[in-house]
């Protein structure tokens, strides 16, 4: 159980944001106690009390975001504060330092916390400027010749590290992206044809409706069986009866509109939810794909049909989404036992 989720109930595991919530509270909780922790060093153990008003300064930043956040405050600001205050933290420490005291390498802590709180984008130019700045004013510390330590080789060992490092995350994090993304394809997709799965279809729908509510418009949901199809793994086998699954669903996708959508509901029934579509249009749509499906020699010649049941769906405050689906069902019943290769709405 973390302990923030009492301040968010709304933000599951499930969330996208889960992480990135999870993350800021343990950077600002890090932030709290090493601020508080080197502060009181500095002053009790080191007597550097001007470096410790640096680490009181960070100490009440963080307490200051931590309290932003936990009264429900904005997830992306709350990031940026993050990082402006290391940032604005660790500059003042450097400038104070004047590059002693291995204060320049404190700076390449701030990569990682930028690349993981700001993104790839963000997090790339922002190290990108302090970490560029930081090497300006090594320079310039060694035209002063402050100290002996810092001549041309530290400037080129800072460069070579704060360069290494920009990559090197930027690679981690692009990486780290892909293999998200492809993992939430994975999630949604059904593996055989790459359509949509039952469960993405459920949850399309939903938020389908809800926004059919909101805008008063109807839904048309389109219930597809192909006709005969044991006859076709009986006679071709389990294995050229996939690919006549798969090349129905390309033929599927190229009819529909990029925006509906179309899934998997089980076996060989697939459902396509069509928003904004009245029952004339989901009737014209099905027309369509019974055509196509028709035309297409599907796999070395097999030529196969489907039959669809349409229902629409049209907010009069009567309809739930479990009636439209039962019609659209009852619809595909009709359809077979009125000879198949048709499709059915709600007469
Ligand atoms: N190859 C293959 N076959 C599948 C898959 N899923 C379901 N099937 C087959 O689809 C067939 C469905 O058969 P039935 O429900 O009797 O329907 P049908 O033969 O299509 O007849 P009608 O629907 O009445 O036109 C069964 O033989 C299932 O094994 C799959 O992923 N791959």
């Known amino acids: 159980m973390k302990f923030w989720r009492k301040y968010h109930p709304d933000i599951d595991a499930a969330d996208p944001r889960f992480k990135q919530v999870s993350l800021i509270y343990s950077v ?75 204060s320049l390498m404190w700076v390449t802590i701030l990569p990682p916390f930028a690349f ?46 704060a360069t290494a490092q920009v990559f090197l995350f930027r690679f981690y994090e692009n990486s780290r992206q892909e293999a998200y993304d492809q ?16 469960l993405h279809l459920d949850n399309t729908l939903n938020a389908v409706i809800a926004q059919a509510n909101r805008f008063n418009q109807p839904v048309s949901v389109l219930l597809l069986d192909v006709d005969h199809f044991k006859a076709v793994n009986d006679k071709y086998g389990h294995f050229v009866g996939d690919k006549v699954l798969i090349k129905l669903c390309d033929v599927l996708r190229e009819t529909i509109r990029e925006t509906d959508s179309v899934g998997r509901w089980g076996g060989e029934e697939f459902l396509i939810i069509c928003p904004n579509t009245n029952q004339q249009q989901a009737i014209q749509l099905g027309q369509r794909i019974i055509e196509n499906v028709r035309a297409e020699a599907i796999e070395n010649d097999i030529h196969i049909t489907v ?14 989404i479990d009636q439209l689906l039962l019609s659209a069902d009852q619809n595909l019943y009709r359809a077979k036992h009125a000879g198949r290769n048709q499709v059915l709405g709600t007469p």
Request: with cysteine; charged share 10%; glycine share 8%.
């Open 183 to 198: 993992l939430q394809k994975t999630a949604i997709t059904d593996p055989l044809t790459k359509v949509f799965n039952r």
């Open 116 to 161: 993981f709180l700001l993104g790839r984008r963000d997090g790339s130019w922002v190290s990108a400027i302090i970490l560029g700045y930081c090497s300006w004013y090594l320079y310039q510390l060694i035209n002063q010749q402050v100290t002996a330590n810092l001549g041309l080789g530290a400037l080129f060992n800072f460069i070579e590290v």
């Open 307 to 320: 039959s669809i049941g349409s229902a629409t769906y049209m907010n009069d405050g009567e309809d739930t």
């Open 28 to 102: 600002l909780l890090i932030m709290t106690a090493y601020f508080a922790i080197i502060g009181t060093l500095n002053v009790t153990l080191f007597h550097a009390p001007e470096i410790a008003f640096f680490d009181y300064l960070g100490l009440i930043l963080a307490l200051l975001i931590l309290r932003y956040v936990s009264q429900g405050g904005n997830f992306r600001i709350a990031s940026w504060a993050v990082i402006i205050s290391i940032a604005t933290i660790l500059l003042a420490f450097v400038h104070l330092a004047e590059g002693r005291n291995y």
